[in-house]
């Protein structure tokens, strides 16, 4: 079974940290991005990832591919010239999908989750029609466009932003076609939610699966803190031998790389992730925080709803809130509020 992601640009929304690596290679919860994507793939029974790129491919070609081997997935990029939407990059891949009957996934790289895919399959065979898309469940549909459909999950309208209520359930971004859906798609800049999801409605061909889980477009900071403390409670449930035990100076939800060292005194948590080689030094006192690789936070200092970026050094008695984001080797000094 193969499946599609669609990677995109330059990540402008999480800069400053994809002003140095493609986002798809940012970790999350100490992992890449992408990777929590693959590995929930390779999991449901796909071996051939297509990557769809337009930006900095040649690094991320190099990162992936190595990761890929290690699981035993084929990973293939497919690069646009010019960005081609979301359902361009289908129609440039279409010599890599098509030649099997079997559906194929497609996944926006920006989404977290509980990955349904195995339940996908099975959803999208038992009504045997073009396409399967998943939605989840939001509280404020006004922000969004919704998705209405029947008890059965046949799709009959979508509706932007609406006024009043019709449906608090969104595209959450992970969908499963037929073959048949490349006829559909020229090589030129797409919307799949606008131009090729309207004509499969029209033709009762697409249907909607509801995800039980939580999910998260962790593509901007703040939404990158509320998918990790969404991630790290549904880890909680799952494993929670992954994460620190509580005690004394860690509170709640904690996941920690064994290389990582954490100094006398600190308070940690909830809701904390801390990288590779990362130091704590003493005294210091984070919550809801992703420190990346390297970084080091010195004595007594106090972070609140911030990402630290890989070989960062936060000085002594610094005070960090309000989804500050450092980006790579940056040094603040001490006694330093931001």
């Not at 999480?14 to 140095?20: E, G, I, K, V």
């Not at 037929?178 to 939610?193: C, M």
């Not at 990790?228 to 790389?257: F, I, T």
Request: charged fraction near 25%; aromatic fraction near 8%.
């Amino acid at each position: 079974m193969k499946a599609l992601i669609l990677v995109g640009g330059y990540g402008t929304r999480l800069r400053p940290l994809t002003l140095s690596r493609p986002k798809p290679l940012v970790e999350f919860c100490n992992k890449p991005m992408m990777m929590h994507q693959i590995e929930a793939l390779v999991e449901a029974g796909v071996n051939h990832v297509i990557l769809a790129v337009s930006y900095r491919a040649e690094l991320l070609e190099k990162e992936v591919k190595a990761e890929g081997e290690k699981l035993g997935v084929k990973i293939t990029l497919s690069q646009e010239d010019e960005p081609l939407g979301t359902a361009g990059p289908l129609a440039l891949a279409k010599d890599l999908l098509a030649g099997e009957s079997e559906p194929f996934f497609v996944l926006n790289s920006d989404v977290i989750c509980d990955f349904p895919l195995k339940e996908m399959v099975q959803f999208h065979k038992h009504h045997g029609k073009e396409g399967t898309i998943v939605v989840t469940r939001v509280e404020e549909p006004s922000k969004y466009g919704v998705v209405v459909y029947d008890e059965v999950g046949c799709i009959e309208r979508f509706v932007e932003k609406p006024q009043e209520f019709v449906s608090n359930k969104i595209n959450a971004g992970l969908y499963i076609f037929t073959p048949d859906i490349l006829n559909r798609i020229e090589v030129k800049p797409t919307s799949i939610e606008k131009e090729v999801f309207p004509a499969m409605v029209s033709e009762r061909q697409l249907y909607a699966m509801e995800l039980q889980g939580f999910w998260m477009d962790v593509g901007q900071p703040k939404d990158f803190l509320t998918g990790m403390c969404l991630y790290l409670q549904s880890l909680r449930a799952k494993n929670p031998a992954c994460l620190l035990p509580q005690g004394p100076g860690v509170v709640g939800n904690v996941l920690m790389d064994p290389t990582a060292k954490i100094g006398k005194n600190c308070r940690i948590g909830p809701n904390v992730t801390i990288g590779p080689n990362v130091v704590v030094e003493d005294g210091a006192c984070i919550k809801r925080c992703t420190l990346l690789n390297g970084a080091t936070i010195k004595s007594h200092s106090w972070l609140d709803s911030c990402i630290i970026g890989w070989r960062c050094t936060v000085g002594q008695w610094v005070r960090m809130e309000n989804t500050s984001v450092l980006g790579e080797d940056v040094f603040v000094k001490d006694e330093i509020y931001i």
